[in-house]
């Protein structure tokens, strides 16, 4: 049998993740605005929401996602989230409004 050597982490990674991932700790639910059609894979953003979506998981929080209509949410990411919620992009009425569905569905009612 082979000994496989011990991977290493970079620390600068394990920091950036930790500083990513500080609110879920104080947050009861994860909600995430996501627009993918104007999200760069290589961006800090894109990146930011992907281990932010991963430690909600791995911690067993409400994933709450809020995306524009006609946004293409990947099927395994509706069966992980909580609630999808659309809003008509560019109308913060709408974005709000979304919101407000997405906590309701999960027993939790804002009165704004």
């Not at 932010?52 to 992980?80: M, S, Y």
Request: charged letters at 30%; glycine letters at 6%; hydrophobic letters at 40%.
């Amino acid at each position: 049998m082979s000994k496989r050597k011990k991977a290493r982490r970079p620390d600068d990674l394990v920091a950036w993740a930790r500083r990513a991932t500080a609110g879920i700790d104080q947050s009861a639910s994860m909600i995430g605005i996501v627009d993918w059609t104007k999200s760069d894979k290589d961006s800090d953003r894109y990146w930011t929401f992907a281990i932010q979506l991963g430690r909600c998981l791995l911690e067993g929080k409400p994933l709450l996602l809020i995306v524009p209509n006609g946004t293409d949410v990947p099927e395994r990411l509706k069966l992980a989230a909580s609630a999808v919620e659309y809003y008509v992009d560019g109308d913060d009425v709408s974005v709000t409004a979304a919101c407000k569905r997405a906590f309701e569905s999960i027993g939790v009612f804002v009165k704004h």
